[in-house]
Each structure stands twice: as structure tokens, then as C-alpha cells.
């Protein structure tokens, strides 16, 4: 069973599009997958066709560090989701604090019935976006192809060094995924830059923006079944045929980062990318 944390700081940049429907994808190939909704939006509960889990979820985390009773079907044929509670937004810190290390007991406790366990993570640096990231080997971050997702990635490289040295040792950064990527040449130019400073860490395949995607939430269906021909859910099929491929290959599956300028200075494109205006 294999655990990875679906993360970034920055809203917006495509977690919950990502932990959706590469889950159903995964599914589609004959792997078993559970999804956490650790987001208290609840996004992906709703997405995958289920109400919030509102208070009973939140005990299954806070009084009994396990969620098996709490985990149900969904739209997408193999996945299994854990809800989202609203109540995971904490009333205070030191519930929140206890909020994350009962989730963190609870992952510790999952019974290995599945292939993937891909968790949602909420945006923010709060306990309970880093709690996954103390017990998940792995990491996948979806980036957004526009300039101002970049100079999130050097506040997530940070994050991760230091759970790394407090919490998780193990922990490993396995994909940078470019999304929503269109037409444009500064969408393009985001791609190269992210490649020129996570090398191989980037996903060959990357998920072009459609207008499907976005309206898939709202049918409550995975993008695989919602336009299971069109190009989001090629997409998403060529991301998890990837990640199965990349996990054979454990050495690049498990590459360290790369080392290199992260301040979010140095990860911005070109001016000319930023469309700044030519000189008169
Ligand atoms: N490939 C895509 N094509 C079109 N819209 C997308 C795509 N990926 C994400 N979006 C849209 O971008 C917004 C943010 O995506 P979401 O997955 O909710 O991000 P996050 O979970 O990081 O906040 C949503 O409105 C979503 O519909
Ligand atoms: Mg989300």
C-alpha cells in the first residue's frame, strides 16, 4: 500500500482535480485506491458524489485515531473515500494540534485493502495540512502552469526539508505535475521553467486545461467517466500510467531534490514570459 500526500500551499493549483481523477484512473487500470479528504471544504468528498462527513468523521480522527468506520463507496468504480468533515476546521490551536496527530495515528492504522491511498491535503502551512506529510513516504504536487504558482513550490520545498528532519525522514518528493495547462506560450514557458529546475521530477505527462474538467464536479463524476474519451481523462490515464511506471523504476521514483535557487525570485520565468510590456 502505498501512500502519498497530494500537496500544495497555494489554493487552486488543481489537489483536488489530481487526487480525483488519478484515483479513478489508477482505479480504471485494477488498482484498489482510497481517497482522504483531509480538505474541511470538502471538495473531493463532493466531487465523488458524497455529503460532508461532518461530525462523526471528525471523532473518527480526534476520539479513535481510526477511520475504517467512516470509509464509503463513491461514484468512481474502485475508489473508496474517507469524507471530509467541516469540522476538521479547528475552534483553536490546540484542538488543531489535536485534530493532526489523530490524524496522523489514523493513517499510521489504515489496513493495507488498498493499492494507492492518495490523500487531498487542505492549502495553508496549518497542522493539518502538514499531518500527512509525517507519515506519507510520498509526495505529489500538482503546480498550476502560471507564473504565480511557481514561487509557491520554494515555500513547499522548505516544508518538506523540515518535515523531513523533525517528522519523516522517508519523506520523498515523487512528481511535480503540471496542470491546467493551455494554448499559451507563457503557460509553456511555466512548463520549461519547471522542468529546468525539477529535472525529472516532472511528469512527462502534463493535464491541459479543458473545459470538462471543470464541469466535472458538478455531475459528481471522475473525469474518466463524466467524458471518459476526451482529453482530461487521457490525460489523467497517462499520469497514472506514469506513476506506475516511475514507481518500477524505484531509483528515479525515489531521486532526491535536486538542489538549486528556490527563492520565488529565481523560479519566475522570463520577464518577457510575465508579459511585461515592451519598452517604448
Ligand atoms: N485541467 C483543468 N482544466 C480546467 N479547470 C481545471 C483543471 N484543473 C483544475 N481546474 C480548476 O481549477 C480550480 C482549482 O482546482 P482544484 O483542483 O480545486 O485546486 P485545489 O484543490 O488545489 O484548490 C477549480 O475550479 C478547477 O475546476
Ligand atoms: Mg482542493
Known sequence: MKIIAVTNHKGGSAKTTTTVNLAAALAEFG????????????????WLGLPLGDRPVLDA????????????????????????????????????????????RALERLPAMWDYV????PPSH?????????????????????VLALSGI???????????ERLNP??????????????????REVVERLRERFGTLV??????????????P???????????????AEDFRAVARELLDRELRSDEWRVALPDGDDSPRAMLPSKRAQGAPARR
Open 218 to 232: 458538478s455531475f459528481q463524476l471522475p473525469i474518466t467517466r463524466y467524458a471518459p474519451d476526451g482529453p482530461g
Open 154 to 164: 520554494a515555500s513547499l520545498v522548505g516544508t518538506m526539508d523540515s518535515v523531513r
Open 170 to 187: 522517508n519523506l520523498t518528493l515523487a512528481g511535480v505535475i503540471a496542470s491546467r495547462v493551455n494554448r499559451t506560450r507563457h503557460a
Open 203 to 216: 511528469f512527462d505527462a502534463v493535464v491541459r486545461e479543458t473545459i470538462s474538467m471543470a464541469e466535472a
Open 118 to 121: 492518495l490523500i487531498d491535503c
Open 61 to 104: 480522527y480526534l476520539v479513535r485515531g481510526d477511520v475504517t468506520a467512516v470509509i464509503t463507496a463513491t461514484t468512481a468504480p474502485g475508489v473508496d473515500l474517507v469524507p471530509a468533515s467541516y469540522y476538521l476546521v479547528a475552534a483553536d490551536r490546540r484542538q488543531e494540534t489535536a485534530i493532526a496527530l489523530g490524524i496522523i
Open 31 to 46: 488498482h484498489r485506491v482510497l481517497v482522504i479528504d483531509l480538505d474541511p471544504q470538502g471538495s473531493a468528498t463532493q
Open 126 to 146: 496549518s497542522p493539518l495540512a502538514l499531518a500527512p506529510l509525517g507519515v506519507a513516504p510520498w509526495v505529489l504536487v500538482p503546480v498550476e502552469a502560471r
